[in-house]
């Protein structure tokens, strides 16, 4: 209890909050995109039948040998993220400490939950894409597309892993095949938007270096091998002396002894940490 009352208190009083999030929090949210499970039975049977595919991230590196498959895949993998999962607690709980404060996040999850959430979506850099764009598959320019029409009209007509040829979406510039805007290989697009979240991130990141501000990370679920999140955070803490680095994690916490004054460990289920803390707030 004492690492939830350290917390509570370092939130209440922090003048910023960056958010840094990883798939733990999906995990804390019952999606788990590296399992093979019942869920993904449920959902993704069909792919696990004719492709092989064990999970939810191995279908998004797949090399589908047919556009047809590859977008009813796409299709069923935005529905279970975004129109069969509403809001979750956990993130539900995450947003309301972040009430009346500045805050950022940055993210490698690709499934809108913090948008979908009521999270500012000027304030989310969503570092490896979102499962709602799509982009031309050899990214022979840089302009983002909305999917989300398209993703849905695909899961209406699918068909054993399949969608009709004749709605297989093609490049407007180049007629070439299409995809979504994730990081699955060298040809992710970093378009404007993806470039204009980048510099509020790293503008955010100046600020927090003011030593007159309180400034809490908030590092949920990240793995040690992100470290793309994790090298950031570890780094502001280490030359900022008003930074805490609260990390949350279930078995992976990892804080570098240089760091660890400044630092709280969370180590078990995310949502019941955050349930423990916000029932503190409301004491």
Request: contains cysteine.
């Amino acid at each position: 209890m004492d690492s939830i009352k350290r917390a509570r208190k370092a939130i209440l009083q922090a003048d910023m909050v960056l958010i840094g999030a990883s798939n733990g929090l999906s995990i804390a949210q019952g999606i788990h995109i590296f399992a093979d499970n019942q869920d993904f039975n449920d959902y993704f049977s069909d792919f696990k039948n004719n492709n092989a595919i064990k999970s939810i991230i191995q279908g998004c590196f797949h090399q589908f040998s047919k556009e047809e498959q590859k977008w009813a895949f796409y299709s069923k993998m935005y529905h279970y993220f975004t129109i069969d999962r509403k809001p979750t607690q956990v993130m539900q709980q995450l947003l309301s400490l972040m009430k009346d404060k500045p805050y950022f996040v940055v993210t490698s999850n690709i499934d809108s939950h913090f948008i979908n959430s009521g999270f500012d979506p000027h304030a989310i850099f969503e570092i490896e894409g979102n499962c709602r764009f799509m982009q031309c598959e050899t990214a022979c320019h840089d302009t983002l597309y909305d999917a989300e029409q398209k993703l849905l009209a695909f899961y209406a007509k699918q068909e054993n892993g399949s969608i009709p040829t004749k709605l297989v979406p093609k490049c407007p510039k180049c007629g070439g095949n299409m995809k979504l805007n994730i990081e699955v290989d060298s040809h992710f697009v970093k378009g404007a938007t993806w470039q204009e979240n980048n510099q509020k991130y790293r503008a955010f990141l100046d600020q927090a270096k003011n030593k007159q501000k309180k400034i809490v990370l908030l590092e949920l679920g990240v793995g040690l091998r992100n470290i793309l999140i994790k090298q950031p955070f570890m780094n502001l803490t280490y030359y900022n002396s008003n930074v805490c680095y609260i990390t949350f994690n279930k078995g992976e916490i990892y804080v570098p002894i240089e760091i660890d004054a400044q630092s709280i460990t969370l180590d078990g289920d995310i949502g019941q940490s955050l349930s423990e803390i916000v029932g503190l707030n409301g004491r």
